[in-house]
C-alpha cells in the first residue's frame, strides 16, 4: 500500500513533487477538487490502497485523524515566498478559469509588481504561505524547492527513507522524465499531449524574485510585517538580495544515457516518450550503450521501428506495427479502451489513429511513422474502396 498526501501552498512544486513521486513508485495520481477548503477524507477513502493527491488546503482535525490511521504518507515543500508571488503572478496571467482569485489582482500592476501587488501581499498572501508552514509543523516531511533544483534525486532518496525503498535505477528514471524541459514537452504518461504543461512549468530555478521584485513595495510588506517576519523565520529564509542563497542547478546530463541531448546522430529529435522507454526497457544499457547513435539494425532508433513481436508485427497481409507503436498502447489505458483488439478488429484503426493523433499527443518526428505509413501504402489496394 502506497498512500501519499502532498499538502502545500501553491506554487512550491506541487507538480514537480507528484511527477517524481508518480515515475518512483507508479501509483496513479487522483484529483481532488480545488477549490476544497479541507481533505475531502470520503473521496480519499474511495481511491483504495495506492495513489497520490495534492491540495492546497489546511489542516483540520478529522482530516489528521484520517491521515494517521490509514497510513498516509504526508509531505509538503516549501519555496523562497517571493518566488511563490513570482510564479503565482504568472500562474494567474495564463490561466483565466479561476476568476475569483484574489492573486488576480496583482494583474493590475502590468508587468511590474507595484501597490496592487503589495495589497494583494497584505490582504490575502501569509495565508497562502501558512499552508506548508502548518503542515511541516505538525511533522509532514518537508522538502525545499530549491533543493529539489539542486539535487532531486537526493530529495527523492530522503522520501524513499519514509515512504518505501526505492532502487537507484527507478530514482534516475524518476529525476530524468520529471525534468523541467521534459515536462515543459507536454506529454503526460497516461494520456499523451497535455498543453498546459508548457505554460505551467516555466523556468525551475530559485531566486528569480531578486530581479522580478526588486527591492519595491511588496519586499518592504514582506520585510516590515508581521506575519510574514515569523514566516519567513519558520521557512528559514531571508529577504536580502545580496546574500541570497545562490542554487546551481542539477547536472542531469551526468546521469542521463542521452547526455542531455536532444537528437540521434542524424538530427532526429528525441521527444521524452523516447527517452521513457528506454528507461523502462529491462536491457536498454546492454543493448545500446549509446541510445543516440543510428547507425545499423541493432541501434535503439532501428528497434524503435522494427515490428514487434508481441503483436505480430510483421504479420503477412496486416498493418505493420512497430515496437514504439507497441510502446503507446501499452502504457495508454484510454487507447487500450479505444482499440481493445489489435490482433484483428482493430489493428488498422489504431494504425491510423497512431499515423494521426498518436504522432502528436506524443511530440513524434515523422521518421518514426515511416515504417506504419509504408506498411499501409503496401496493403492500400487490399483495402475496400
Known sequence: MTRIAILSTPKTGNVWMTSLLREAYGVPLQPIDPILRTLPVDVLESYGDDWIVYAHVYPDGRALDWLRTNGVHVLTTVRHPCDVLVSLRH??????????DPARAMLADGDAFGEASAGYVR?????????????????ALTVRYEDMIA???HCLGRIAERVGPLPEATIRKAVLLSQFKRMRAGVDPNHGLQPWRARHFREGRAGGWREALGDGPVVETMRSREPFISLFQALGYGLDARTAEEVVPFAYADIDPFRGRDHFDNGVPISPWLLRIYLEHPDAERQWSDPVATGGPSSFFSWLNAPAAELDGARPGEVMLTNLAANVYGRRPDVQAAFPDLRSADR??????????GVTEHRLAPEFTAPVQASLAQLAPRLPS
Do not use: Q
Open 91 to 100: 500562474f494567474v496571467t495564463w490561466n483565466p478559469d479561476n476568476e475569483s
Open 123 to 139: 490582504e490575502h498572501f501569509a495565508n497562502v504561505l501558512g499552508i506548508s508552514v502548518s503542515w511541516s509543523r505538525l511533522g
Open 151 to 153: 539535487n532531486p534525486a
Open 348 to 357: 488498422l484503426a489504431f494504425a491510423w489513429w497512431f499515423l494521426t493523433y
